[in-house]
Structure formats: C-alpha cells, structure tokens
C-alpha cells in the first residue's frame, strides 16, 4: 500500500501539521564588523530549540562552527551527507572536533546578494541524562553557477543542559544576515 492509500484509510483529512509549537526565543542580525553571534541565557522551558539561519560572510571559507555553552574543547563528533551539483560525499570529520562545523553562510567567493540557509534542530536541550544531538539541513544556490545542499547530525558529548549558544565564521556577518532561535514545546 502506498503512503498516501495508507493515509486515506486512516480517515485522516485536512491538514494535520501541528502548529503554534514554535515559540520565538531570539533574534539576531550580523553586524558587518563581527563573525560571532550569539544566544544566552537560554531559557529552559522548551523540549527541543531550533536555529533559523540565512547568513552571508566576508570571508572566503563558507563554515560556520557551532559551540555549545562556550565549550571549545573536542567534545563534539557530526557526520554528513551533502552534494554540490558534481559531487556526492558522506563522512565523519572526527569524534574530537572543538565544534559542530555544519552550518553554511555563502562567503566572499559566491555570487553577490547569495545567503546560506540553515535550519538546526537540538533536541532534548535540558535533559542532563543524555548527550545532546542536532540534526540540520542546510545549502545555498549562487543561480546555477554554484551551490551545496547537506544533512548532518551533530553531537555534544555532555550531558549538561544548554544555555548558550555561539556561531563563529572566520568573516564577519553581513548586515542581511539573520539568525533566529525558537523553543519547541
């Protein structure tokens, strides 16, 4: 049976995406003059938080390292599957990175007014039980000339609960560049 034959004997009609889960925590622009952006004092009233990116950056390199509760030390692994229009690549960069490097800005190199977008997600960010994960998509498109997609999932080897988050590029932000954190109920 098919999906969508499996979804219409259930009875299920209409559209059942849950909604008014998001709950805007904060907002941040780039500066021009800065490649850091950063969100504290994170309350912990939500299940899971989601990042929200569309960024550009002066530099060349386009990766963005993601730290959590200003830990710099290797305590995070990711792995990742991305393709860019002529090559398809899947790794593991290492289980003692001093960040998560999956976050995309379109940088210095790519065609002019181009953004990277990303959406992050850090699941169970309060639970002291467990390590922390994050799943991301993330890509950008220069018209054609360019452009990467990517799926990665991150991992935080700390159980402690998460109320900081920092984004560093090794250029500053743009001015256009928008970063937004949501709680998920």
């Known amino acids: 049976m098919t999906p969508m034959l499996g979804i219409m004997a259930s009875s299920i009609s209409g559209s059942k995406a849950i ?13 021009g003059s800065s490649g850091t ?7 912990s009233t939500y299940t899971h938080l989601q ?53 995309y800005a379109a940088g210095s190199g790519q065609l002019a007014n ?33 452009g990467l997609i990517q799926q990665s999932s991150g991992l935080w080897m700390n159980t402690s609960a998460i109320n900081r988050i920092d984004l560093v590029s090794s250029g500053n932000f743009t001015t256009a560049s928008t970063f937004a954190l949501y709680g998920v109920k």
């Open 19 to 31: 909604t008014g889960n998001y709950y805007s925590i904060a907002t941040a622009l780039g500066t």
């Open 51 to 103: 990042l929200r990116i569309s960024a550009r950056t002066s530099a060349s390199s386009i990766a963005i390292t993601t730290t959590l509760n200003s830990d710099t030390a290797t305590n995070y692994a990711q792995h990742y599957l991305y393709a860019d229009g002529s090559t398809v690549a899947a790794g593991v960069p290492g289980t003692a990175q001093n960040g998560i490097v999956y976050v």
């Open 37 to 43: 952006i950063t969100f504290s004092s994170i309350p």
């Open 114 to 146: 181009s953004y990277g977008v990303n959406i992050i997600d850090i699941l169970d960010y309060t639970n002291t039980n467990k390590y922390k994960t994050t799943r991301m998509i993330s890509g950008y498109d220069v018209n054609g000339a360019s």
